[in-house]
Protein backbone atom coordinates (compact mmCIF):
# COMPACT_ATOMS: atom_id res chain seq x y z
CA UNK A 1 0.00 0.00 0.00
CA UNK A 2 1.45 3.55 -1.12
CA UNK A 3 1.38 6.34 1.35
CA UNK A 4 -1.61 8.09 -0.99
CA UNK A 5 -3.39 5.05 -0.67
CA UNK A 6 -6.27 4.08 2.03
CA UNK A 7 -7.90 0.88 3.17
CA UNK A 8 -10.97 1.94 1.17
CA UNK A 9 -9.17 2.34 -2.34
CA UNK A 10 -7.86 -1.63 -1.60
CA UNK A 11 -10.89 -2.77 -0.70
CA UNK A 12 -12.17 -0.74 -3.47
CA UNK A 13 -9.52 -2.65 -5.83
CA UNK A 14 -10.12 -6.32 -4.92
CA UNK A 15 -14.09 -6.04 -5.41
CA UNK A 16 -13.18 -4.73 -8.97
CA UNK A 17 -11.18 -7.30 -9.72
CA UNK A 18 -13.31 -10.17 -8.84
CA UNK A 19 -16.07 -8.35 -11.34
CA UNK A 20 -13.55 -8.15 -13.97
CA UNK A 21 -12.68 -11.57 -13.55
CA UNK A 22 -16.23 -12.85 -13.47
CA UNK A 23 -16.19 -14.22 -9.63
CA UNK A 24 -18.94 -13.60 -7.90
CA UNK A 25 -19.35 -11.23 -4.75
CA UNK A 26 -20.51 -12.94 -1.70
CA UNK A 27 -22.68 -11.49 1.24
CA UNK A 28 -19.26 -11.28 3.88
CA UNK A 29 -17.14 -9.17 0.70
CA UNK A 30 -16.46 -5.72 0.93
CA UNK A 31 -18.60 -4.07 -1.44
CA UNK A 32 -19.15 -0.44 -2.61
CA UNK A 33 -22.44 1.49 -1.13
CA UNK A 34 -23.51 1.98 -4.68
CA UNK A 35 -23.01 -1.77 -5.21
CA UNK A 36 -25.25 -3.00 -2.51
CA UNK A 37 -27.96 -0.44 -2.94
CA UNK A 38 -28.12 -1.22 -7.27
CA UNK A 39 -28.54 -5.17 -6.44
CA UNK A 40 -30.66 -4.53 -3.42
CA UNK A 41 -33.04 -2.67 -6.08
CA UNK A 42 -32.43 -4.99 -8.61
CA UNK A 43 -33.35 -7.88 -6.23
CA UNK A 44 -36.05 -6.96 -4.60
CA UNK A 45 -37.89 -5.52 -7.32
CA UNK A 46 -37.39 -8.87 -8.69
CA UNK A 47 -38.88 -10.20 -6.16
CA UNK A 48 -42.10 -8.03 -5.79
CA UNK A 49 -42.75 -8.85 -9.19
CA UNK A 50 -42.81 -12.61 -8.59
CA UNK A 51 -45.10 -11.66 -5.43
CA UNK A 52 -47.42 -9.10 -7.42
CA UNK A 53 -47.11 -10.98 -10.38
CA UNK A 54 -49.59 -13.92 -8.53
CA UNK A 55 -52.26 -11.77 -8.90
CA UNK A 56 -53.56 -11.68 -12.58
CA UNK A 57 -53.43 -15.81 -12.77
CA UNK A 58 -55.05 -15.96 -9.63
CA UNK A 59 -57.80 -14.55 -10.51
CA UNK A 60 -58.45 -17.59 -12.53
CA UNK A 61 -57.75 -20.81 -10.46
CA UNK A 62 -61.53 -21.13 -9.82
CA UNK A 63 -62.60 -20.42 -13.68
CA UNK A 64 -59.86 -22.67 -15.05
CA UNK A 65 -61.88 -24.62 -18.14
CA UNK A 66 -60.53 -27.68 -16.54
CA UNK A 67 -59.43 -29.89 -13.72
CA UNK A 68 -56.08 -29.98 -15.95
CA UNK A 69 -55.89 -26.49 -16.75
CA UNK A 70 -56.31 -25.74 -12.76
CA UNK A 71 -53.59 -27.66 -11.62
CA UNK A 72 -51.40 -26.22 -13.64
CA UNK A 73 -52.31 -23.36 -13.02
CA UNK A 74 -51.85 -23.90 -9.26
CA UNK A 75 -48.49 -25.78 -9.62
CA UNK A 76 -47.63 -22.31 -11.71
CA UNK A 77 -48.71 -19.58 -8.78
CA UNK A 78 -46.95 -21.80 -6.61
CA UNK A 79 -43.49 -21.63 -8.20
CA UNK A 80 -43.91 -17.89 -8.43
CA UNK A 81 -44.49 -17.30 -4.92
CA UNK A 82 -41.43 -19.85 -4.88
CA UNK A 83 -39.53 -17.76 -6.78
CA UNK A 84 -40.28 -14.14 -4.18
CA UNK A 85 -39.04 -16.16 -1.84
CA UNK A 86 -35.69 -17.15 -3.11
CA UNK A 87 -35.05 -13.65 -3.96
CA UNK A 88 -36.18 -12.26 -0.62
CA UNK A 89 -33.94 -14.18 0.64
CA UNK A 90 -31.08 -13.38 -1.41
CA UNK A 91 -31.78 -9.84 -0.17
CA UNK A 92 -31.56 -10.09 3.07
CA UNK A 93 -28.35 -11.04 2.50
CA UNK A 94 -27.37 -7.31 2.46
CA UNK A 95 -28.59 -6.43 5.83
CA UNK A 96 -31.97 -5.68 4.96
CA UNK A 97 -35.09 -7.22 6.11
CA UNK A 98 -38.24 -8.63 4.37
CA UNK A 99 -40.14 -6.26 6.26
CA UNK A 100 -38.45 -3.18 5.18
CA UNK A 101 -39.07 -4.32 1.23
CA UNK A 102 -42.09 -4.85 1.73
CA UNK A 103 -42.86 -1.79 3.43
CA UNK A 104 -41.03 0.37 0.37
CA UNK A 105 -43.02 -1.83 -2.15
CA UNK A 106 -46.52 -0.18 -0.33
CA UNK A 107 -45.12 3.41 0.70
CA UNK A 108 -44.36 3.18 -3.55
CA UNK A 109 -40.37 3.59 -2.65
CA UNK A 110 -40.18 0.31 -4.44
CA UNK A 111 -40.97 -1.03 -7.92
CA UNK A 112 -42.31 -3.95 -9.36
CA UNK A 113 -42.35 -5.31 -13.36
CA UNK A 114 -44.88 -2.88 -15.39
CA UNK A 115 -46.50 -5.85 -16.92
CA UNK A 116 -48.37 -6.88 -14.20
CA UNK A 117 -50.58 -3.99 -13.84
CA UNK A 118 -52.03 -5.28 -16.97
CA UNK A 119 -56.20 -7.28 -16.52
CA UNK A 120 -56.06 -10.96 -17.15
CA UNK A 121 -59.76 -10.04 -18.90
CA UNK A 122 -59.90 -13.94 -20.53
CA UNK A 123 -58.88 -17.07 -20.07
CA UNK A 124 -56.39 -16.60 -23.40
CA UNK A 125 -54.87 -14.31 -20.91
CA UNK A 126 -53.28 -16.61 -18.60
CA UNK A 127 -51.62 -18.10 -21.77
CA UNK A 128 -50.55 -14.62 -22.97
CA UNK A 129 -48.69 -14.37 -19.52
CA UNK A 130 -46.86 -17.89 -19.65
CA UNK A 131 -45.95 -17.70 -23.23
CA UNK A 132 -45.13 -13.54 -23.87
CA UNK A 133 -44.35 -12.24 -20.04
CA UNK A 134 -42.51 -15.64 -19.04
CA UNK A 135 -40.77 -16.27 -21.88
CA UNK A 136 -39.42 -12.49 -22.10
CA UNK A 137 -38.46 -13.00 -18.24
CA UNK A 138 -36.54 -16.11 -19.09
CA UNK A 139 -34.54 -14.40 -21.90
CA UNK A 140 -33.79 -11.45 -19.61
CA UNK A 141 -33.00 -14.08 -16.56
CA UNK A 142 -30.88 -16.87 -18.43
CA UNK A 143 -28.02 -14.29 -18.57
CA UNK A 144 -28.47 -13.30 -14.56
CA UNK A 145 -27.62 -16.35 -14.04
CA UNK A 146 -23.76 -15.24 -14.22
CA UNK A 147 -24.93 -12.13 -12.46
CA UNK A 148 -21.78 -11.12 -10.13
CA UNK A 149 -23.72 -11.21 -6.58
CA UNK A 150 -23.82 -14.47 -5.80
CA UNK A 151 -26.52 -15.30 -3.43
CA UNK A 152 -28.80 -13.42 -6.74
CA UNK A 153 -26.96 -15.63 -9.16
CA UNK A 154 -27.36 -18.91 -7.64
CA UNK A 155 -31.33 -18.05 -6.70
CA UNK A 156 -31.67 -17.77 -10.55
CA UNK A 157 -30.28 -21.35 -11.59
CA UNK A 158 -33.59 -22.91 -10.33
CA UNK A 159 -35.81 -19.87 -11.18
CA UNK A 160 -35.30 -20.13 -15.01
CA UNK A 161 -35.68 -23.85 -14.74
CA UNK A 162 -38.77 -23.83 -13.06
CA UNK A 163 -39.51 -20.36 -15.59
CA UNK A 164 -39.00 -22.43 -18.88
CA UNK A 165 -41.75 -24.60 -17.78
CA UNK A 166 -44.10 -21.78 -17.36
CA UNK A 167 -43.22 -20.32 -20.95
CA UNK A 168 -43.82 -23.57 -22.29
CA UNK A 169 -46.92 -24.38 -20.72
CA UNK A 170 -48.40 -20.54 -21.66
CA UNK A 171 -47.46 -21.59 -25.27
CA UNK A 172 -49.21 -25.01 -25.54
CA UNK A 173 -52.89 -23.30 -23.70
CA UNK A 174 -52.21 -20.58 -26.70
CA UNK A 175 -52.26 -22.91 -29.27
CA UNK A 176 -54.96 -25.32 -27.83
CA UNK A 177 -57.14 -22.31 -28.39
CA UNK A 178 -55.49 -20.92 -31.43
CA UNK A 179 -55.90 -24.51 -32.85
CA UNK A 180 -59.60 -24.44 -31.41
CA UNK A 181 -62.68 -22.85 -32.58
CA UNK A 182 -63.10 -20.06 -34.63
CA UNK A 183 -63.98 -18.13 -30.65
CA UNK A 184 -61.43 -19.49 -29.22
CA UNK A 185 -58.41 -18.45 -32.11
CA UNK A 186 -60.36 -14.81 -31.71
CA UNK A 187 -59.67 -15.02 -28.06
CA UNK A 188 -56.40 -15.99 -28.53
CA UNK A 189 -55.40 -13.53 -30.60
CA UNK A 190 -57.29 -10.42 -28.98
CA UNK A 191 -54.89 -11.53 -25.62
CA UNK A 192 -51.79 -11.09 -28.13
CA UNK A 193 -52.77 -7.50 -29.32
CA UNK A 194 -53.62 -6.44 -26.05
CA UNK A 195 -50.29 -7.95 -24.63
CA UNK A 196 -47.76 -7.99 -27.14
CA UNK A 197 -46.58 -4.55 -26.22
CA UNK A 198 -46.55 -4.58 -22.45
CA UNK A 199 -44.15 -7.26 -22.67
CA UNK A 200 -41.88 -5.22 -24.87
CA UNK A 201 -41.77 -2.58 -22.31
CA UNK A 202 -40.45 -5.16 -19.61
CA UNK A 203 -37.05 -5.30 -20.83
CA UNK A 204 -37.65 -1.33 -20.18
CA UNK A 205 -36.06 1.49 -21.33
CA UNK A 206 -34.15 2.08 -24.32
CA UNK A 207 -30.07 1.51 -23.36
CA UNK A 208 -29.22 4.89 -23.70
CA UNK A 209 -32.20 6.40 -21.42
CA UNK A 210 -31.92 3.93 -18.51
CA UNK A 211 -30.89 5.35 -15.67
CA UNK A 212 -29.60 2.01 -13.96
CA UNK A 213 -28.61 -0.13 -16.85
CA UNK A 214 -24.90 1.38 -17.97
CA UNK A 215 -24.12 1.03 -14.10
CA UNK A 216 -25.62 -2.60 -13.70
CA UNK A 217 -23.54 -3.75 -16.86
CA UNK A 218 -20.45 -2.18 -15.88
CA UNK A 219 -20.95 -4.31 -12.10
CA UNK A 220 -21.73 -7.16 -14.52
CA UNK A 221 -25.25 -7.42 -12.04
CA UNK A 222 -26.94 -7.35 -15.87
CA UNK A 223 -24.87 -9.39 -18.06
CA UNK A 224 -26.62 -7.62 -21.74
CA UNK A 225 -28.14 -4.73 -22.44
CA UNK A 226 -32.28 -4.16 -22.61
CA UNK A 227 -32.04 -3.14 -26.43
CA UNK A 228 -30.15 -6.68 -26.84
CA UNK A 229 -32.40 -8.81 -24.97
CA UNK A 230 -35.48 -6.95 -26.47
CA UNK A 231 -34.42 -7.62 -29.70
CA UNK A 232 -33.62 -11.45 -28.99
CA UNK A 233 -37.16 -11.80 -27.30
CA UNK A 234 -38.59 -10.56 -30.45
CA UNK A 235 -36.66 -13.26 -32.76
CA UNK A 236 -37.64 -16.08 -31.20
CA UNK A 237 -41.24 -14.82 -30.54
CA UNK A 238 -42.38 -13.88 -33.85
CA UNK A 239 -41.97 -17.46 -35.14
CA UNK A 240 -43.72 -18.96 -32.55
CA UNK A 241 -46.58 -17.24 -33.40
CA UNK A 242 -46.60 -17.67 -37.27
CA UNK A 243 -46.17 -21.42 -36.36
CA UNK A 244 -49.93 -21.58 -34.37
CA UNK A 245 -51.46 -18.86 -36.75
CA UNK A 246 -51.45 -15.90 -34.83
CA UNK A 247 -50.59 -12.76 -35.87
CA UNK A 248 -47.70 -9.93 -33.94
CA UNK A 249 -50.10 -7.03 -33.95
CA UNK A 250 -47.20 -4.59 -35.43
CA UNK A 251 -47.49 -3.11 -38.64
CA UNK A 252 -44.16 -2.26 -39.07
CA UNK A 253 -42.88 -5.91 -38.18
CA UNK A 254 -40.58 -6.86 -41.21
CA UNK A 255 -38.00 -9.89 -41.64
CA UNK A 256 -34.56 -7.92 -42.15
CA UNK A 257 -32.20 -10.14 -43.76
CA UNK A 258 -28.96 -7.59 -43.62
CA UNK A 259 -29.07 -7.78 -39.82
CA UNK A 260 -30.61 -11.53 -39.56
CA UNK A 261 -33.34 -9.91 -36.99
CA UNK A 262 -36.15 -7.88 -37.39
CA UNK A 263 -37.15 -4.41 -37.75
CA UNK A 264 -40.05 -3.40 -34.99
CA UNK A 265 -42.28 -0.49 -34.57
CA UNK A 266 -41.70 1.79 -31.71
CA UNK A 267 -43.02 0.98 -28.68
CA UNK A 268 -45.46 3.71 -26.88
CA UNK A 269 -43.08 4.91 -23.97
CA UNK A 270 -45.50 7.63 -22.71
CA UNK A 271 -47.65 4.36 -21.69
CA UNK A 272 -44.67 2.46 -19.87
CA UNK A 273 -44.01 6.16 -17.90
CA UNK A 274 -47.34 6.31 -17.32
CA UNK A 275 -47.57 2.48 -15.71
CA UNK A 276 -44.19 3.03 -14.18
CA UNK A 277 -45.85 6.44 -12.52
CA UNK A 278 -48.85 4.12 -11.09
CA UNK A 279 -51.36 5.42 -13.24
CA UNK A 280 -51.61 2.03 -15.48
CA UNK A 281 -55.07 -0.29 -15.66
CA UNK A 282 -54.20 -2.10 -12.41
CA UNK A 283 -51.67 0.19 -10.58
CA UNK A 284 -53.58 0.69 -7.31
CA UNK A 285 -55.92 -2.37 -7.25
CA UNK A 286 -52.54 -4.60 -7.04
CA UNK A 287 -50.97 -2.48 -4.51
CA UNK A 288 -54.04 -2.37 -2.32
CA UNK A 289 -54.82 -6.05 -2.91
CA UNK A 290 -51.22 -6.96 -1.65
CA UNK A 291 -51.74 -4.17 1.17
CA UNK A 292 -54.57 -6.49 2.22
CA UNK A 293 -53.08 -9.84 2.45
CA UNK A 294 -50.60 -8.64 4.02
CA UNK A 295 -52.96 -7.24 6.69
CA UNK A 296 -55.07 -10.49 6.71
CA UNK A 297 -51.88 -12.63 7.29
CA UNK A 298 -50.06 -10.82 10.20
CA UNK A 299 -51.77 -13.22 12.82
CA UNK A 300 -50.32 -16.02 10.88
CA UNK A 301 -46.78 -14.31 11.14
CA UNK A 302 -47.45 -13.52 14.85
CA UNK A 303 -48.23 -17.32 15.70
CA UNK A 304 -45.38 -18.09 13.79
CA UNK A 305 -42.98 -16.47 15.77
CA UNK A 306 -44.36 -16.89 18.94
CA UNK A 307 -44.12 -20.95 18.39
CA UNK A 308 -40.81 -20.06 17.06
CA UNK A 309 -40.06 -18.66 20.75
CA UNK A 310 -41.60 -21.67 22.67
CA UNK A 311 -39.33 -23.84 20.98
CA UNK A 312 -36.12 -22.11 21.18
CA UNK A 313 -37.05 -22.27 24.94
CA UNK A 314 -38.12 -25.30 25.18
CA UNK A 315 -34.65 -26.68 22.93
CA UNK A 316 -32.32 -25.42 26.04
CA UNK A 317 -30.58 -28.07 27.61
CA UNK A 318 -31.97 -30.37 30.15
CA UNK A 319 -35.38 -29.35 28.71
CA UNK A 320 -35.63 -31.91 26.16
CA UNK A 321 -38.10 -35.07 26.95
CA UNK A 322 -37.36 -38.58 26.87
CA UNK A 323 -33.12 -37.96 26.78
CA UNK A 324 -32.46 -36.42 30.26
CA UNK A 325 -31.43 -33.41 28.83
CA UNK A 326 -29.38 -34.40 26.26
CA UNK A 327 -28.73 -33.67 22.35
Known sequence: MTETSSPTDARLATFEEKVANDQRIEPGDWMPDAFRKNVLRQMSQHAHSEVIGMQPEGNWITRAPSLYRKVVLLAKIQDEGGHGLYLYSAAETLGTSREEMVQALHEGKAKYASIFNYPSLTWADIGMIGWLVDGAAIVNQVSLQRTSYGP???????????????????????????????????????????????????????????????????WKLKRESNDVLRQRFVDQTVPQAEFIGLKIPDPDLKWNEERGSYDFGEIDWDEFKRVIAGNGPCNRQRLQHHINARQEGQWVRDALRAYQRKRRTRDLPGDLPGNGGQR
Open 152 to 218: YSRAMVRICKEESFHQRQGYEATMKLAQGSAEQKAMAQDALDRWWWPSLMMFGPHDAESAHSGQSMK
